[in-house]
Each structure stands twice: as structure tokens, then as C-alpha cells.
């Protein structure tokens, strides 16, 4: 049977207004350019959205992952989508787009990139996690509640084809290295390396071998893209994105969501440079407004058919997660209680892409040493 690819690339190409949303004429001419390339045959189908002010490309097809074709879809309908922007004179506008021409993959060039290719089954229920005002490690906590903690995930202990846990693939995004790890054998070892989210971030997860799905083909996948990496200079925090398959041999739908039911802390929220609590919220509420945040995540629920993406359904559009958006508001006001003192502005160590090193050279030559 052959495979369908499932892409999700997302950029920030000017937000309206400030860093808040997506004006609608970015959104037509995303919705356009893909429409064409679904009418040319390229695409089987597309979904374009956006979370808080970042557009978002949700395209399948059958080209395989790091396709040239589609990438360069996705690059130039962002290119397009900067020159609307930088005549509406939205704010930030192209500030995703690091490089000036596009070279084959859009990997490494600013936008955030999730793809997943996999053989299509009988019911293929796959969910779009969209962030705004946070960075790529922001999923490693829920991602690994998802497939490998059975507080969270019953199918893990009572469903057979679960049983056996799943691997996970994770980034060391400062060495740009990565390891394989097996869940539940190496669980604490898994959580040593991905509680330190800054730096090791769950890629992807994978089924084992033996079980019902193939173990090539992942079951999760995250972008891990670092603006701050690639540019060389502190442009604010990546907004990350993924792609989770959910039943049949994999977590739940509900399983997939229950993560987001107890808020955690992230980092970036304001200018990139502070902790606060990720908000599952509806489409309607994705626009960042209170201190450019707080950080916000959405969910959008398709089924594929035959690579038709039939959706979207809108997953945390649910009273069920009012309290969790009451609670998320509760911890942001603790947070913003300590104004610009740790722990709620990041630690130094993650500040070094700000103005922070250029108050401390101002200020070296005044430090005296002390017995």
C-alpha cells in the first residue's frame, strides 16, 4: 500500500498586531497557493490555520518527507505571505524567513517543520499540536505522558498491543547529535535526558518491534527547530509544532489530550525570555494578548482517507478543559508577581541570544574581586 506523507510547516511572517495573530490576507494567500497545488496533483489535500501569530501549512501528499516539491511550496507561500506583510507593515514581518533564496529543503532556512510518512490504516486518526510563545521542548512532558507514563495512557497497561512501550528518538539540539531509547526499560534514563528540555528534545516515537504497526514508521514526530541555532542571534523561541496518530496500537484520542489537562510551565512567553504555564486552547482563543502570551497550544483532529484530511476538528474546543485554562491563568499571575526575577524570567544560561551579555560587558570592568 502505498504511503502517505503528512507535513506540518509553520512560520511567523508578521503578526497583527504586535506578536497577537495572522491577519486574514496571509491566511488567503495560503489558502490559494495550496488550493493550486492540490488542483496541480502535488498535494492531496491541505489545511492552513494558525496559532496565535504563526501561519501554519497542514499538507498531505505522497512525495515523502523532505520533498523538495513540497517544501518549497511551503517556502514560497511564505515568501508571498512576507511581501503581504511587509505592505500591511505587520509586525515581524518575514522574521521566520533567515535566509534570502531557497536550496532544495526548507530545513535550517527559520520555519518549524513536522512530517510523518506511514502506511494508512483502516482508521488513521492523526492530531496537529500547534504552540505559540514557547520553544521545541515544550512538548518533551506531554509527549512522554502520552507514551510512556500509565498514570496518563491506560492502553499502556491494559491494552496487549501497547504492553511493550515504544522507543523514543531524542535531539540533543546543542551538539546536534541523537540517541535511541526504549520505553518503559530505560524510562529514568529517558527522563533524565528530556526533563533538561532546553537541550534534549523528543523527535520522535516509534512502535517496537514485534508489535502491530511498523517500527519504521513513526507515531509521533516534533519540530526541532532553534531560531536562536540557526541565526546566530536571539530572535525569539521556535513555537514548535507536531504531528501524534492516536488508537489502534497507539494512545487514545483522549489519552492523546489528557497531558494538556494539568497546565506546566514552558519557556518563552514574553520576548521569548520567561517561564509560564501552556494554555490548551480553542482556535478562537489562539491570539497571544496577556504579556504576548501566556503560551498557548492547540490541538486540530483529522481522520485520513485515503491522504483526504477530513477535519479539522477543533480538540480543546471542550468545557472539560476550563479548569485547565482557570488553573494556566492562576499560575501566570503567580509568575508575573516576580516580574524580571527568576524563576520567572529564564536563567542566564538561556538568555545569552538577548541584550543581557551586552549589560554584563558594560558592566565587567566594575566588578571588583572579593575574599
Not at 528534545?201 to 532553534?226: C, H, M, N, Q
Not at 492523546?256 to 478562537?284: A, C, D, K, Y
Not at 491563568?329 to 545569552?352: D, K, V
Request: proline share 7%; with cysteine.
Amino acid at each position: 500500500m502505498e504511503k502517505i506523507t503528512v507535513s506540518l510547516i509553520k512560520a511567523d511572517v508578521g503578526g497583527f498586531p504586535g506578536h497577537s495573530t495572522v491577519r486574514e490576507e496571509l491566511m488567503e494567500i495560503s489558502e490559494k497557493r495550496l488550493k493550486a497545488a492540490k488542483d496541480e496533483g502535488l498535494l492531496v489535500d491541505y489545511c492552513v490555520m494558525n496559532a496565535g501569530d504563526d501561519l501554519q501549512l497542514l499538507m498531505s501528499h505522497r512525495k515523502g518527507v523532505n520533498s523538495e516539491e513540497i517544501h518549497r511550496l511551503a517556502w514560497e507561500t511564505f515568501e508571498e505571505a512576507t511581501r503581504k506583510a511587509k505592505e500591511l507593515k505587520l509586525h515581524g514581518a518575514g522574521q521566520d524567513l533567515l535566509k534570502e533564496a531557497f536550496s532544495g529543503n526548507i530545513r535550517g532556512m527559520g520555519p518549524g517543520i513536522a512530517e510523518i510518512e506511514f502506511t494508512e490504516r483502516g482508521s488513521e486518526p492523526i492530531i496537529a499540536f500547534m504552540m505559540d510563545k514557547t520553544e521545541p521542548g515544550a512538548f518533551n512532558l506531554p509527549i512522554f505522558r502520552m507514551f510512556a507514563d500509565p498514570f496518563n495512557t491506560a492502553g499502556l497497561v491494559i491494552d496487549p498491543t501497547m504492553h511493550s512501550g515504544f522507543r523514543f528518538e531524542i535531539w540533543d539540539i546543542k551538539e546536534h547529535r541523537r540517541i535511541f531509547m526504549n520505553s518503559p526499560e530505560e524510562m529514568y534514563d529517558i527522563l533524565a535526558l528530556v526533563g533538561a528540555k532546553s537541550r534534549y528534545v523528543i523527535k520522535r516515537v516509534y512502535p517496537k518491534e514485534g508489535g502491530p504497526l511498523p517500527p519504521d514508521e513513526p507515531v509521533a514526530v516534533i519540530s526541532t527547530e532553534k531560531l536562536s541555532f540557526i541565526a546566530g542571534r536571539y530572535i525569539g523561541k521556535d513555537d514548535p509544532v507536531a504531528l501524534v496518530r492516536a488508537q489502534s496500537g497507539l494512545p487514545a484520542l483522549g489519552e492523546v489530550l489528557e497531558p494538556f489537562s494539568r497546565p506546566f510551565l514552558v519557556s518563552g512567553w514574553m520576548r521569548g525570555s520567561h517561564n509560564g504555564p501552556i494554555m490548551p486552547v480553542p482556535f478562537q482563543y489562539s491570539k497571544c494578548t496577556r504579556f504576548d502570551g501566556p503560551p498557548r497550544v492547540l490541538a486540530a483532529g483529522f481522520q485520513m482517507s485515503n491522504g483526504r484530511l477530513v477535519g479539522p476538528a477543533d480538540l480543546f474546543d471542550d468545557v472539560a478543559f476550563d479548569e485547565a485554562r482557570r488553573i494556566a491563568n492562576e499560575i501566570a499571575n503567580y509568575m508575573r508577581e516576580h516580574g524580571p526575577f527568576e524563576p520567572h524570567r529564564l536563567p542566564l544560561e538561556e538568555m545569552e541570544y538577548t541584550t543581557l551579555p551586552d549589560v554584563l560587558k558594560k558592566l565587567e570592568s566594575r566588578f571588583e574581586s572579593v575574599e
